[in-house]
């Protein structure tokens, strides 16, 4: 029997949240590791995490770092699962003891969308009236927009893509900020009316790329992961994690990003921002990117000698669980 019509040798079990967005990116990596390596039978197995079941209180009071990845973790500490598929935005830039971040994918876009009610339609978020009302989970978004459009009125929206646009569409906001990258990955690019510049809102760490998660020492996982690692993305994603992680913040603090790679000079913008929009410190390294980590810290203690701790430490006092 020729080896392309031979059974698979073994099984490689995937981990995935059950939303639409997650199943979608999880089936793309699974596509993608069965072009690489036909012999292997990868198989995906869905569950729901504590994310994804409370979606009647903000994302930022729920108190957990791990919100939409502990239960993925925990299933591959098991031996339940070999890898696991994030957005990278959702994974805590401290793993727990015996996992590892084994690969990052090629990022998409990774502004931040206006997505707006069709009564607005043609424009754009500074074209918005005073009070229009902007639908954001992110503690990141609202301070930056509240910053640059004290105006505009906030108000917090959960629920998947679908019930989150429904929200929109039927009269609840005028507008909702969402990911360009979530958008386009299924199919609804064109709901998007404008992409954030960055001048406006800088993005959440790792936004727009995929991280793999595996066990820390199964270097079979880790060799086929290998096959989907984008080394520039990688250095970014490095770089701005190593910012959040020397930080101390969470995925729902006020922490903003911007990576480009130019030749051999890798620059990070980072930001920190009150709440209420009133305080945003911004600053900017530049390094080469096999230093990507380095900077990430170097920009993190620039911004702390600015203030950036005691913004922080303000908002960790204020969702502190009985606070």
């Known amino acids: 029997m020729s080896p392309s019509t031979s059974a ?9 949240r059950k939303s639409q967005l997650a199943l979608v990116q999880t089936h793309w990596v699974q596509e993608q590791l069965q072009k690489h390596f036909p012999e292997i039978n990868f ?3 869905t569950m729901s995490t504590q994310g994804d079941k409370i979606l009647d209180v903000a994302l930022a009071k729920i108190g957990d770092k791990g919100l939409f990845t502990k239960e993925l973790e925990v299933r591959m500490l098991h031996d339940e699962s070999d890898l696991a598929v994030h ?4 994974l805590p830039t401290k793993l727990p003891e015996g996992l ?3 690969c990052v994918t090629e990022r998409e876009n990774p502004a931040d969308a206006l997505v707006l009610h069709e009564k607005h339609k043609g424009k754009q978020i500074d074209a918005l009236p005073e009070g229009a009302v902007i639908g954001t989970s992110s503690l990141r978004r609202l301070a930056q927009l509240r910053y640059h459009y004290p105006h505009l009125e906030f108000k917090d929206v959960r629920g998947n893509l679908n019930t989150r646009l429904a929200k929109l569409d039927d009269g609840n906001y005028d507008a909702l900020i969402l990911a360009v990258a979530g958008l386009e990955r299924l199919g609804m690019g064109d709901r998007i009316s404008q992409a954030l510049p960055p001048e406006i809102s800088l993005h959440a760490v790792g936004q727009g790329a995929l991280g793999i998660e595996c066990r820390g020492g199964d270097e079979d996982i880790l060799k086929l992961l290998k096959a989907l690692e984008h080394e520039t993305t990688a250095q970014r994603c ?9 930080l101390e913040g969470g995925c729902q603090v006020p922490i903003g990003v911007n990576t480009e790679i130019e030749g051999d000079r890798l620059t990070l913008t980072g930001m ?5 929009g009133k305080r945003l410190i911004k600053d900017i390294v530049s390094g080469t990117p096999t230093n990507a980590e ?3 810290i170097e920009l993190a203690q620039k911004l702390r000698k600015q203030g950036a701790q005691e913004i ?4 960790l006092a204020e969702f502190r669980p009985g606070s």
């Open 238 to 246: 490095y770089a701005e994690r190593a910012f959040l992680r020397e």
């Open 100 to 102: 590892v971040l084994g």
């Open 312 to 315: 922080l430490d303000e908002i």
């Open 272 to 276: 920190v921002a009150s709440l209420d």
């Open 87 to 90: 957005s990278l935005k959702d």
């Open 294 to 296: 380095q900077l990430g």
């Open 43 to 45: 198989e995906v197995h």
């Open 8 to 16: 698979p040798t073994r099984t490689v079990r995937i981990a995935s």
